[in-house]
């Protein structure tokens, strides 16, 4: 995913937290996320870009490889992406 995009979650899909954990609420499933996910979901808003979203992901999780982050960030939006569960604005 081209760093300079901007991915947001899709209509009707949203992040949500319940007792039990946190979920990926879509039309016709729900995801549970783990704090990873989560993190990322929560800067899926249109407004940052993935290089962004990595800067910021960088100081949440100190210690990780910046290039670990980027492919991990990278490949979770893709899958959502496939779901239909972000789109790039």
Same mark, same amino acid.
């Not at 937290?17 to 979920?23: F, H, I, K, L």
């Not at 999780?61 to 979770?76: R, W």
């Given at each position: 995913m081209d760093g &300079? @995009?901007?991915p947001k979650l899709a209509r009707g899909c949203k992040l @949500? =937290? @319940? &007792?039990? $954990? !946190?979920?990926l609420l879509m039309p /016709? #499933?729900? *995801? @549970?996320? %783990?704090? =990873? $996910?989560c993190e990322i979901l929560k800067r899926c808003d249109g407004a940052h870009t993935v290089e962004q979203i990595v800067a910021e992901?960088?100081? +949440?999780?100190? $210690? +990780?490889?910046? /290039?670990? *982050? %980027?492919?991990? +960030? !990278? #490949?979770?939006l893709a899958r959502l992406k496939e779901r239909l569960a972000i789109v790039e604005v």
């Open positions: &300079e @995009r901007h @949500r =937290t @319940r &007792e039990d $954990g !946190d979920y /016709e #499933s729900m *995801l @549970r996320m %783990n704090r =990873t $996910g992901l960088q100081a +949440v999780f100190a $210690g +990780v490889e910046a /290039e670990k *982050l %980027n492919a991990e +960030v !990278d #490949s979770f």
